[in-house]
């Protein structure tokens, strides 16, 4: 069965079953929103314990601070009353085991490895290179931490974000499932 | 209880019964990626039958194809192998709630209204206003159908983005539960 009908077979079983969920108000009732990376691995539903209609989830490669994390952010509580919100990035994250330059060099090579890496990464492509990659910034992190970090201070710093809502940082850990806090960013994410 | 201790509470019990997903592998297990709207009445992994590990979620404020996606989109298939994609949006979706003019007057402007408004929207606010506002595209959506078109085509003809990548297009009923194919979006997303 392919992908697609196997995801057509899951949400008609989902939706057999959907009972009250058609009632739900569009603001999150919980009034919260998390900035998760898209790593599989992660289901901030189930690792932060959110039902249908809690709470706002952004997810991107990363989990960084992104302008568009930011402009759906700042719409999350402008429009939709958001109070508090939790940047988490993850351990062993896809996004530290690449730089800016690699990621420029492979999308401007044309290659056909179908097969998995020994660092776990696949390599596909065999349309022509692109020097396109050399124009976006790809937002790898060195430091989990550190990432955490810098991405609650960019949201706190931006003109758009209120001074009153606390930004908290955490690192998921993939091994274990628990988010770990990172002191220096929910100091950081303070409300003010 | 506080979010904060709540979420706390939460992610401890699904650490407690983690089981074998501490040894889950990087890559996305079935092989594709979701781009969806961060409204808290979506729960990708319900309404697709997503277990951890299985595919990439990237998640924002309608669920549009912004640069940030598709920065996603690419790492996705080019560092971590995803070969079919889907873009989601849904029924009673924010996003078609505001314009951008709309957004910019309520972020120049400073006011505190905690109450919810007819429509359903909060108003929150008691900082200055900003003139930020006037530099983002709030990629506002006018057609749930049109967007999701819109969203697959941009995809289609990013430059990093390979030919045979299938990007299938749906739109979430918010009131069922189901996902209902745009037909006119999944043809241009077609695998060349």
């Given at each position: 069965m392919s992908v697609l009908n196997e995801v057509l077979?899951?949400?008609?079983?989902y939706a057999a079953d959907f009972g009250e969920k058609g009632a739900l108000a569009l603001p999150p009732a919980r009034?919260?929103?998390?900035?998760?990376?898209?790593?599989?691995?992660l289901d901030p539903?189930?690792?932060?314990?959110?039902?249908?209609?809690?709470?706002h989830v952004i997810r991107n490669a990363g989990g960084r601070a992104s302008d568009d994390a930011i402009r759906s952010l700042v719409i999350s509580y402008k429009?939709?009353?958001?109070r508090e919100w939790f940047v988490v990035h993850h351990t062993n994250c896809g996004m530290e085991f690449f730089t800016d330059d690699v990621m420029r060099g492979l999308l401007a090579?044309?290659?056909?490895?179908?097969?998995?890496?020994?660092?776990?990464?696949?390599?596909?492509?065999a349309e022509?290179?692109?020097?396109?990659?050399?124009?976006?910034?790809?937002l790898t992190i060195s430091d989990q931490a550190r990432s955490v970090t810098d991405d609650v201070r960019r949201i706190k710093s931006h003109p758009l974000v209120p001074a009153r809502i606390p930004v908290y940082g955490y690192v998921y850990d993939?091994?274990?499932?628990?988010?770990?806090?990172?002191?220096?960013?929910?100091a950081a994410g303070a409300a003010a």
């Open positions: 077979a899951a949400n008609a079983a009034g919260f929103a998390i900035l998760t990376c898209m790593d599989a691995r539903a189930k690792y932060a314990g959110l039902a249908e209609g809690d709470a429009l939709l009353g958001t090579s044309s290659f056909e490895t179908a097969e998995l890496r020994p660092d776990g990464f696949h390599d596909v492509g022509p290179g692109s020097a396109e990659a050399q124009y976006i910034d790809w993939v091994a274990t499932g628990r988010l770990v806090e990172v002191p220096e960013a929910t």
